[in-house]
Every structure is written in structure tokens, then in C-alpha cells.
């Protein structure tokens, strides 16, 4: 028993296999309403885009105001493929598509713009972004311009949620604990230092970003195979900004932190639902006072452990053995 619990691996292979089974069983006897999976979809969909936006800024400091831009490229790619091709397998295609073409915007939007820092480098993106809206706006031909593409085939179910999220945690958190990670973290600290320790401060940089933009592809791609329809409109600035928000309240620099802010707004957004009316100053209010009292987030810098599972493996052997 303590070999087991001593393996850090098998303990987080169980631990999914547990959340995956237990949400799949409430699903199936219908506890989770047909009302809460939408609410589910969607906060899985904010995890993925949490986690990926903290490469950027969390871990390597690039302040990006442009996320949503790089999920609206995942979204229209995604529902084009899936229109012409409404099977499994345009699905599956669709999301590769849209990741990988998202990412390459993200190369190419990183090089030059990545040079920047601060202030310099939101605003940067945040202007990219509006790019990427207005120019779907005028590809009528494509697009279908203002109007958005309806009719989306729905391919989303939550097998295919869980294997994306939990994909895009696990791909995230292991490059971050590789040296490539550490580069990054590196060059968040100090870059000047980094610089002067040999690491290419620029390469570095550009690899988050074009990795965050990847993940919010396929973030977007999930979106639009799940609610028929999309807009430009729907990827604007304050999408954006509701990511920000989500990586910030979570603690920067922490993928725990990202995933439980993640699930507490949603379900505070679910629970303030009765009250339509102030719903959303409720929200601010909230969103306020918590930051008052915990500034650095919920989670800081710091990640939840397994270790307490250890823990408890060790006492039962202990009790076993006794």
C-alpha cells in the first residue's frame, strides 16, 4: 500500500479516473442537469484557457491581452472543418486544426510583438485581437461576416471534455517542471539575469506564447462544437479579460490555482443566477473583496500536493502492519 501511495504518477492517474467516473455516473443517472453540463462544458473550456494563458503570463511574465483572438481562430476553423465534414472524425480534425493554426498566429503574432514588455506588450496583443475579429467580421464569403456561423455540428460530450482538459494540464504542468519551464519561470524573474545566464529570453518567450495560443485553439474549438453558434463579437476584449481574471484570482503562476478559480467562479456565476437582476455586481463585488483580502490570489505561486494522500497510504500501512 505505501509503494502505491508512494507513486506519485498512479496517484494522479487515479485521482482522474475517479473524477472522470464520478461526473460520468451523475451525468448518466441524470443528477447532473441538462442545464449544469452546459455549465460544466463551459468551465472546462475556461481551464483550458486559464492554464494556457498562465504559461504566458503566470510563468513567463508577458502580460497578453489577446487570448481570446487565438480561441476565436480555433473556434471558426473547428466549425468550417465540421460544417463540411459533420463526423467524428471532422471533429477530431477540426480541433487539430484549430490548435495548430491558432498556434501558428501565435508564432507569428509573437515574434516581433514579444520584443515588448508590459504595458507595451497588452496593448500589442489587445490590438491583435481586434485584428483577428474584424477581419472575420469582413470575410462574409467565409465567416458569414457579423452574422456568425449556426448550425454548428454538436460533437462535445463529456469524455472528450475531460480528455482535453485534464490533456491540457498534464502537457502544461510537465513542460513546466522541465527545463524549458524553468526557462521560462527564469526569464519572469529576471530577464536581464536570464539574458546573462545564456538562455534565449526571446526563443523562450515565443514558445509560451505560440503554446498558449495553441491550447486556446483548441480551448475555441470546444466552444464551437458544443453551442451551434459563433460570432466575432463573442471573442472580443472582455472575453479576454474574463481569462485574465480566471488566471489572477487563481494566483499567477500557479496551474492549481488556475483550475480552482476556475471552477469557484463558475460556480458562483451558477449560484447568483437567481438573482438576474444584480447578478453581475454581485460578481464584481465578490471578485473585489477576495482580492482585497488575498492579493496574491487564492493559490499564490504555490500548487496542490498529493502528498496527503501519501500520507494517509503510509498510516494505513502502519495500521496494517500492526
Known amino acids: 500500500m505505501k509503494k502505491i501511495f508512494e507513486n506519485d504518477g498512479l496517484k494522479k492517474l487515479i ?9 460520468q455516473l451523475l451525468i448518466t443517472t441524470g ?17 483550458i484557457l486559464a492554464v494556457s494563458l498562465n504559461l504566458i503570463t503566470g510563468f513567463t511574465g508577458q502580460l497578453s491581452l489577446g487570448h481570446a483572438g487565438f480561441m476565436s481562430i480555433g473556434a471558426y476553423t473547428c466549425a468550417l472543418i465540421t460544417l463540411n465534414m459533420p463526423t467524428t472524425t471532422g471533429f477530431i480534425l477540426g480541433v487539430l486544426a484549430g490548435a495548430v493554426t491558432a498556434a501558428l498566429f501565435g508564432f507569428l503574432v509573437g515574434l516581433p510583438t514579444l520584443r515588448l514588455k508590459g504595458d ?31 448550425n454548428i455540428p454538436q460533437f462535445v460530450t463529456w469524455p472528450w471534455m475531460f480528455l482535453f482538459t485534464a490533456g491540457t494540464i498534464l502537457i502544461i504542468t510537465n513542460l513546466l517542471n522541465s527545463s524549458h519551464g524553468r526557462a521560462c519561470i527564469s526569464i519572469r524573474e529576471d530577464e536581464i539575469a536570464s539574458e546573462a545566464m545564456g538562455i534565449n529570453t526571446t526563443k523562450y518567450k515565443v514558445a509560451a506564447f505560440t ?33 485574465l481574471v480566471i488566471v489572477v484570482f487563481g494566483g499567477m503562476g500557479s496551474i492549481s490555482g488556475s483550475v480552482i478559480a476556475a471552477t469557484a467562479l463558475a460556480v458562483i456565476s451558477t449560484l447568483l443566477q437567481s438573482f438576474s437582476e444584480v447578478r453581475m455586481i454581485l460578481y464584481a463585488v465578490l471578485l473585489v473583496i477576495i482580492m482585497i483580502f488575498r492579493p496574491q490570489g487564492l493559490m499564490g505561486s504555490k500548487e496542490l ?18
Not at 126 to 140: C, Q, R, S
Not at 221 to 232: K, Q, V
Open 15 to 23: 485521482l482522474l479516473i475517479l473524477i472522470f467516473g464520478i461526473v
Open 211 to 243: 503554446i498558449g495560443a495553441f491550447f486556446a485553439g483548441i480551448a475555441g474549438a470546444l466552444y464551437a462544437s458544443n453551442f451551434y453558434f459563433i460570432e466575432p463579437n463573442q471573442f472580443g476584449f472582455l472575453k479576454s479579460i474574463d481569462v
Open 31 to 47: 443528477i447532473i442537469s441538462p442545464y449544469l453540463q452546459e455549465t460544466l462544458v463551459t468551465l472546462c473550456i475556461n481551464i
Open 120 to 150: 507595451y506588450l497588452a496593448i500589442a496583443t489587445l490590438g491583435m485581437a481586434e485584428i483577428i475579429k474584424v477581419i472575420f467580421i469582413n470575410l462574409d464569403s467565409i465567416t458569414n461576416g457579423a452574422a456568425g456561423l449556426n
Open 305 to 322: 500536493s498529493l502528498s496527503v494522500l501519501g500520507r494517509l497510504g503510509n498510516s494505513d500501512s502502519k495500521k496494517g502492519r500492526v
